[in-house]
């Protein structure tokens, strides 16, 4: 009888853990409910070992599918109902070039197309004003390459940090 309060104390603390936040009542439960099974089985009380064990083979399963059930979304969000990503539009990037406005090390911000866009740099550093081409756009991450500096006689890209 014992064993069998003993185990409901750890059921209890298990179904408790599903609205309380935290792991403590889990973790409590959890070892309560195995050393009640575990007790059964060692005290020769064979009845009750059975017992405990087919009802924790039924209840375990339930309370993680409910657990689950509870901490998931549940249901879609639709496009059709608002719910979507908002374009960014930075896939139009792909091949532009500009410039760095700070350091890429190896994240910074660049100049492309008259607006500001946080870039990457694909390897290296990259110092600010430095002329690059947009290689690839990956979601929201701008992977871009420095160009070769430009021969002599070429123009160069103005000192913005100059007043």
Not at 39 to 56: M, N, R, S
Not at 121 to 126: K, L, N, R
């Amino acid at each position: 009888m014992t064993l069998i309060l003993t185990y409901l104390i750890g059921m209890a603390l298990l179904f408790a853990e599903l609205f309380v936040p935290g792991v403590v009542m889990g973790i409590l439960g959890g070892i309560v409910v195995i050393y009640a099974v575990v007790a059964a089985w060692l005290q020769g009380e064979y009845v009750t070992a059975v017992l405990l064990t087919g009802t924790t083979l039924v209840a375990a399963p339930l309370m993680v599918r409910y657990a689950m059930r509870r901490l998931s979304l549940g249901s879609a969000l639709p496009a059709e109902d608002g719910f979507a990503a908002a374009e960014s539009g930075l896939a139009a990037l792909a091949g532009i070039e500009g410039i760095t406005l700070t350091p890429l090390r190896p994240a910074g911000t660049a100049e492309l197309e008259g607006r500001r866009v946080s870039v990457v740099a694909e390897t290296g550093f990259i110092e600010s004003d430095t002329r690059v081409r947009v290689l690839r756009v990956e979601g929201n991450r701008v992977v871009v390459r420095a160009l070769p500096a430009e021969a002599p006689g070429e123009q160069a890209p103005p000192d913005r940090n100059r007043l």
